[in-house]
Every structure is written in C-alpha cells, then in structure tokens.
C-alpha cells in the first residue's frame, strides 16, 4: 500500500497541470460546500443568539388576537379573565416551570414624560415583586419593586436604560418623578439585563425583528396600574425555565391551562417561544442552503467524471508498464490496487486542497458580507472521506480495465 501511494504522488508531480485540471471539480465542490455548511451553521448560531441573547430561558405567554399581541387601547377582551391562584398554581406545576411571573403591558407613545422630555414608542410594565428575578433582570441603581409597593398602592417606578436616556438625558433619574398619564411616579431604581446583549444588526429585516429590544421600558407596580388605565386588564404570564429545550413545552401547557378560563372566540393567550423562533428561522435557512448544497455536490459528480476519465488516460499511457508487471507475475489484483490507489490519492489531495480554499472562501465572505462563519469540522472531515469515495467510485472502471489488459498484447502496445 505505501509503495502504491508513493507511486500515485510520483505520477500526479510528474504530470502536475493535468492533476490539478483533474482535482478541479473535486476542489470546487468540496470548497463549496465547506463554504455553503460554514455559513449556514454561522447564520443558525446568530440566529440563535440573537432570540435568545440574553442567556435567560423565558417564555412570554400573552393575551393575543390572531396571531398579534392584543392592543388593549381598544379595551378590555371580553371573555378573558384574570388569573386566579389557583390558575398561577397550576402554572408552577408546570414541569421545568423554574418561576413564573404575571405582569401588564402596553406600548406607550406619549403619555410617560419628565419635563420637556419624553419616551415615545415605550413600553409600560405593571409588574410584580418577582417580574425582575424571572425575566433576568438586575437592579443597577436604586432597588426594585417590593412587595410594600405592592401592597400600599405606591405610585413608583423603574427604568431600564433606553427609558433612562430619553426621558434623563443628563442623568439624576433616581430620585426624580416622572408622570405617566398626568399622575406622578418617583423613580426608585434602574434595571439591566443580567448579561450585556445587544442582537446583531445586518440587514433592515433584522432591525425590524430585533428594533423592539431597544425601545425603553418603565416598570411600575401592578396595583398602581388601575390608577393609570382605570380598570384591571387580563394579565400576561412570564415563564423561566430551567433549560432552552424546555421552553416550546412550557409555553404550549402554560397557554393549554390559561385558555382553559377563556371564553373569547377570537382572544385567546399564545406562547411567545423564542427558541421556537429560532428553530423555525433555521429551518428556513437550512431548507434554502440545502438546495445550494445539492447545486455544489454536482461539481464533485463532474470531478469524478474527470477523475475517471484521467485514469483511462493513463492506462493506456502506461499499457507497455502494466504489460511488464503481469508479464513477471503481477496478480490481476495488484494491478487493479496500484490504479485504485491512484484514483484514491488524486481525489483525497483534491479533497484536502478543496477543504483549505473552502475555509478560505467562507473567511472571504464573512470579511465580504457580515456573514457569521461557524466551521463545521464535522462536514470537513465527511468532505475528505466523500472525495475518498469518489475516487474508489469512479476508479474502479480503470483500474478494472488495466487489470483486464492481455500481457502480451500489452507489451506489444506502443
């Protein structure tokens, strides 16, 4: 074997234009599929750190119409209730259910001001003392909502950053009173989320998916929010779970038992599941590059082609030199391994070759593009072994037909 091997480098140096033509469709393809693979996988993992960025496993189950986060501008959904102990009991009984945590939300545009200063485009959160520690979030300055809060209807609030900026440009927001809706609100502390995240912005698609992230946000207790809107709105639910696996399991049973008090025919609370998100948009992704993968695994078919071809080439360049070999007692099958051997090392170096120039491609288009670039040695090393396998494939034919050739009529052969 390892003098076959010898003999096939000694053949591909000799002839070196020739070898490289004929790896050429071995290195293409394989070059793009490395790329292809690289990418995608780079594209999932963005993907997914951008849904689930902030390294937190919740679930938003929210009262929605169609397919949309109810406007409760519009007023309260008839049919919805409130949930009740029990229903929040139920909930964390949930299986891998960590915390769970009822909150309010509305977009605001307007009505959240200090001074000349506003927050348009915000979101305002009633929330409990819990809401923080389930949704990941950290006290920065000042303290939290607490359950005195809760309990003595105080009208104080919480900012997160985007909030802080807008509506304290200078700073100083502890301390301060901001009014929402024309009633008063001293702000007690500023909030961020536990770990530092901020999505990846390529294209106009992603700000359009990720631009909510950003907008501010204002926490104030939940008993304070009749003051402000004048009736008690059906509650959100938030979720953590202990791992990301089990969050499209949660959501579905925590939006089964609140439907289950739901009388609405066209209201009802779905699951916001961002590792479900993330699963779907790969799939996407993937079911699209797949198709790619296919349109570059043709060029290996070409390369094989070629391969074979070059082989039947060079057994009948080396007729006279297999002729001596079965004249002085060459077994058919040592013939046959010297030229599958050859095919074998041909595609492999073009695999190897085809590997380096595909890393180099999926770095150029990641410089090029954006793109995240993720590489897969898994899919490298299957690319190596499929251009083995292409060798032996289309090697046989040759090698076959050299091992088949009449000693004399060989030897005769000019």
């Not at 949309?68 to 891998?96: C, K």
């Not at 200063?117 to 819990?130: A, I, M, Q, W």
């Not at 923080?132 to 005195?148: D, E, K, P, Y």
Request: proline residues 3%; glycine residues 10%.
């Amino acid at each position: 074997m390892g003098e076959n091997i010898r003999l096939s480098f000694r053949g591909i140096l000799s002839h070196k234009l020739r070898s490289f033509l004929t790896m050429l469709g071995i290195i293409i393809g394989i070059a793009s599929i490395i790329a292809i693979v690289s990418t995608i996988q780079g594209t999932n993992e963005q993907i997914k750190k951008n849904l689930i960025g902030s390294g937190v496993n919740t679930v938003d189950v929210q009262v929605s119409q169609g397919d949309w986060e109810y406007d409760f501008y519009e007023g309260n959904p008839m049919g919805v209730p409130q949930v009740s102990e029990d229903t929040l009991n139920s909930l964390r009984a949930i299986p891998h259910a960590e915390s769970v945590s009822l909150y309010y939300k509305n977009q605001d545009y307007d009505g959240i001001t200090h001074l000349t200063d506003s927050l348009s485009g915000g979101y305002l959160f009633g929330v409990r003392e819990d809401y923080f520690s389930t949704a990941g979030l950290v006290i920065s300055q000042g303290r939290g909502i607490s359950t005195n809060d809760l309990r003595k209807f105080r009208k104080v609030c919480v900012l997160d950053a985007a909030s802080e900026e807008s509506l304290f440009p200078s700073g100083g927001a502890v301390g301060s009173t901001v009014e929402i809706h024309g009633e008063p609100f001293e702000v007690i502390g500023l909030v961020r989320d536990r770990i530092s995240f901020e999505p990846a912005i390529n294209s106009i698609e992603d700000y359009y998916m990720y631009s909510q992230d950003s907008a501010g946000r204002v926490y104030i207790p939940m008993t304070a929010w009749p003051l402000i809107y004048r009736y008690d709105q059906p509650e959100n639910v938030l979720i953590r779970a202990d791992n990301t696996e089990a969050m499209t399991e949660i959501g579905t049973s925590a939006a089964g038992i609140l439907n289950a008090n739901v009388t609405s025919s066209d209201v009802t609370y779905q699951a916001k599941d961002i590792f479900q998100q993330a699963k779907e948009i790969q799939e996407l992704t993937q079911s699209t590059n797949t198709m790619l993968i296919w349109i570059a695994a043709i060029s290996l078919l070409v390369g094989g082609i070629g391969v074979m071809n070059i082989m039947l080439v060079s057994v009948t360049e080396r007729t006279s030199e297999i002729g001596l070999k079965k004249a002085i007692g060459a077994p058919k099958r040592t013939i046959m391994n010297q030229f599958l051997t050859e095919a074998v090392v041909l595609t492999a170096t073009g695999g190897v070759l085809g590997v380096i120039t595909g890393l180099a491609l999926a770095e150029l288009i990641s410089r090029l593009t954006g793109a995240p670039v993720a590489i897969n040695w898994g899919a490298v090393l299957l690319a190596v072994g499929f251009s083995m396998v292409i060798g032996i494939v289309f090697g046989i034919l040759p090698s076959k037909k050299a091992a088949d050739l009449d000693p004399i009529e060989a030897l005769r052969h000019e």
